[in-house]
């Protein structure tokens, strides 16, 4: 299994970005594979901390109250490529965005998807910087 994250940058409060996680190693494609994929960001001195996740049937999702109603997080079947949809942009958003997988088939409730420990597998991390 490998993700491949890309799409942060320099932006300014109040812009957009979209972050994308190709994976490969197994398919995004909930009829074929079942799975919880996440992103998380991580700032200087700060532990790696949940974004928004999801498993793969869509039953169960998780957003961080923080980025709720700004940040989506989706999929793409056919690019086997997780989003992130980020609007409404603040300083305090700034970071290295980091995408997760946990290909088992196992199930977590909705906080439970926010635990780190869970992901087996990570993107090599992108940076976002909004400036103020």
């Known amino acids: 299994v490998q993700l491949q994250a890309s799409g942060g940058g320099l932006v300014e409060a109040g812009g957009s970005l979209r972050l994308s996680c190709e994976a490969s190693g197994f398919s995004l494609d909930a009829t074929l594979d079942v799975y919880s994929v996440g992103w998380f960001r991580q700032v200087p001195g700060k532990e790696r901390e949940g974004v928004s996740c999801?498993?793969?049937?869509?039953?169960?999702?998780w957003t961080a109250d923080s980025v709720k109603g700004r940040f989506t997080i989706s999929r793409d079947n056919a690019k086997n490529t997780v989003y992130l949809q980020m609007n409404s942009l603040k300083p305090e958003d700034t970071g290295v965005y980091y995408c997760?997988?946990?290909?088992?088939?196992?199930?977590?409730?909705?906080?439970?998807?926010?635990?780190?420990?869970?992901?087996?597998?990570w993107g090599q991390g992108t940076q976002v910087t909004v400036s103020s």
């Open positions: 997760g997988a946990d290909p088992r088939a196992r199930t977590y409730s909705g906080h439970g998807l926010q635990n780190r420990a869970i992901y087996l597998y």
């Open positions: 999801m498993r793969s049937s869509l039953d169960t999702t």
